[in-house]
């Protein structure tokens, strides 16, 4: 099946001559969970506007479910949810009234029983006639979600949505992702919290400055960028490392009582022959444990390497 | 088109009227009911009537028009800042909306608290002063095309301002020489020839002009000429502002 948003050769420059885009190709997937990782000013909330409306692009073509952003803004801007990242709220309107607004403004009939569902849902409900300004900061994310779903957007952009918010907050709102998961809509969330991108993603991008440097399968990206380390806690101190065991590339820490074997996520059975071939060697050891590198290692080593 | 949309916008704009009725109705009543006090009725009696009509009944067209240009630049530039000062204007421009559906909904709440103002301004004139409309159709068209040419002029005040000193700016030190020098206070037959002429290049003198003709049918300028030059003035503003969403201009960029 078709895409449901397709990017070509997105380009933006800002008036103040910043290049905020320079070339970002990227297909999302109908249904799918995509986390776009990359540090502040990567160009991850410029990208994010362009495809929502809110930013002209300077250069290429964004198609949402076939149509193009600019042209078709109707339809695609219909298909569209976003949740932006700062807290932005006319303080003087009630929780009622703005989501209500929300939908209203993506021309869809009062539905009052399916917004008290989502007030609900992101407990909301007793807060339903207070003012913005009389609310936290978490609650007023939560305004913000409740905005963005009560006009059932097809595709949603969350753009930082667990900034600053507490555990509770997390633990809805994560709820409410599969929730909209099961019900088919598409997810793309930026994030700086790599952790929530590997526990919740289908796939993961990684924007830095105005490039885009990857895309892939969460589990595929975890295997193919992903290290492992044996670490070998040894009995006796050694002065070097063996002979017989140099091809294995280990590493002797420097109180020569620690042997590190670096080797790819997916070649498992690397172990029980490095273990043999040291037996062999007459090197004992007291303890092993192995370590896995996460996705904000590959992160920074990819982010790094640009830099 | 979005109805549903411009729905929202519209009520959301009137209900903060609502929410501030002593700044938005009360106050520019008061201010204008001092007028009547001070030149109606205090100083006015002393001076001659103007083309047969008493001073203070001649000033009450231009001090409507006053009021209505202040209210209507003012509600139509702040309706559109506040949402960019804030940053919910993210939610307007990623709405399936077109400026049309903008317009209406925002101008429109505007230049509809504009006229509601006006209208108990006018009302309240007719407890200081004799009032007859001549022309109550050209009144009534003079009346709602000068209101929804100014909100649309004040939003695009609002879409233009980069801080609120902006915002303040044209109402402030543009608006009120126009309309003291437009003939809201006096014929411009009063004047010397040389200021006769540099009144005419102040499109304020039109609307004062054709207000006060379909009230008491005497005016500085033709009426149809001031008909003419307002509903320019409105296309202009409409051109400016086409222009500015098409270039995403001080939105979008």
Not at chain 1, 71 to 92: A, C, H, N, Y
Not at chain 1, 273 to 291: C, N, P, Q, W, Y
Not at chain 2, 54 to 68: E, K, R
Not at chain 2, 133 to 143: D, G, K, N, T
């Amino acid at each position: 099946m078709a895409p449901i948003v397709s990017i070509r050769d997105l380009t933006k420059t800002y008036a103040n001559g910043f290049k905020a885009l320079k070339g970002v190709n990227l297909d999302i997937e109908r249904g799918e969970i995509l986390a776009l990782l990359g540090p502040n000013g990567a160009g991850k909330t410029t990208l994010i506007s362009i495809v929502c409306g809110i930013v002209n692009p300077s250069g290429g073509e964004v198609l949402v479910d076939g149509h193009d952003v600019v042209k078709d803004f109707r339809v695609t801007r219909s298909l569209i949810g976003l949740v932006p990242q700062e807290l932005t709220t006319d303080q003087f309107e009630t929780v009622w009234n703005t989501v209500r607004f929300s939908r209203g403004l993506h021309g869809c009939k009062p539905d009052p029983v399916y917004i008290e569902k989502i007030l609900r849902e992101l407990s909301l409900w007793d807060k339903r006639d207070n003012m913005m300004r009389q609310l936290s900061g978490g609650m007023k994310r939560r305004v913000l979600i409740a905005k963005a779903l009560a006009y059932e957007p097809r595709i949603l952009f969350l753009d930082e949505p667990t900034a600053g918010v507490d555990v509770n907050l997390r633990k809805d709102m994560w709820k409410v992702v599969e929730r909209l998961r099961a019900a088919g809509v598409t997810i793309i969330l930026t994030t700086h919290y790599i952790e929530e991108a590997e526990e919740i993603a289908d796939r993961v991008g990684v924007i830095n400055g105005g490039e885009l440097l990857l895309v892939e399968d969460k589990n595929t990206l975890m295997k193919k960028l992903g290290r492992k380390q044996l670490i070998l806690e040894l009995a006796e101190p050694i002065d070097t490392v063996p002979t017989g065991l140099a091809d294995l590339g280990l590493e002797l820490n420097g109180s020569r009582n620690r042997l590190v074997y670096d080797y790819d996520a997916d070649k498992e059975h690397a172990i029980a022959a490095v273990l043999s071939r040291m037996v062999k060697e007459g090197i004992h050891f007291r303890d092993l444990s192995t370590r896995q590198s996460s996705l904000e290692d590959i992160f920074v080593a990819l982010v790094g390497e640009k830099a | 088109m979005n109805f549903e949309a411009i729905k929202v916008i519209y009520s959301a704009e009137m209900a903060r009227t609502r929410r501030t009725l002593l700044q938005s109705v009360v106050s520019p009543v008061i201010s204008t009911s001092l007028y009547f006090i001070v030149f109606g009725t205090a100083i006015g009696s002393r001076i001659d009537d103007i083309g047969g009509v008493s001073y203070g009944a001649f000033i009450t067209p231009g001090l409507i028009m006053l009021t209505l240009l202040t209210q209507c630049i003012s509600n139509g530039s702040f309706g559109i800042y506040f949402p960019k000062f804030t940053g919910t204007i993210y939610e307007v421009l990623s709405a399936p909306i077109a400026l049309t559906e903008i317009l209406i909904g925002y101008v429109g709440a505007a230049a509809t608290k504009g006229l509601i103002v006006g209208t108990i301004i006018l009302a309240t004139a007719t407890f200081f002063v004799d009032i007859s409309i001549a022309h109550p159709f050209m009144m009534i068209l003079f009346f709602v095309l000068t209101a929804v040419t100014f909100s649309l002029f004040g939003f695009m005040i609002g879409v233009w301002a980069r801080d609120f000193e902006q915002l303040n700016l044209i109402p402030m030190l543009v608006v009120p020489p126009l309309t003291f020098l437009g003939g809201s206070f006096y014929s411009i037959d009063m004047l010397p020839p040389f200021w006769q002429t540099v009144s005419h290049f102040n499109p304020v003198l039109y609307l004062v002009s054709g207000f006060r003709w379909s009230f008491f049918q005497i005016a500085d300028v033709n009426p149809m000429v001031s008909l003419v030059m307002v509903s320019g003035f409105l296309a202009v503003c409409l051109a400016t502002l086409a222009w500015m969403f098409r270039t995403g201009y001080k939105l979008k960029n």
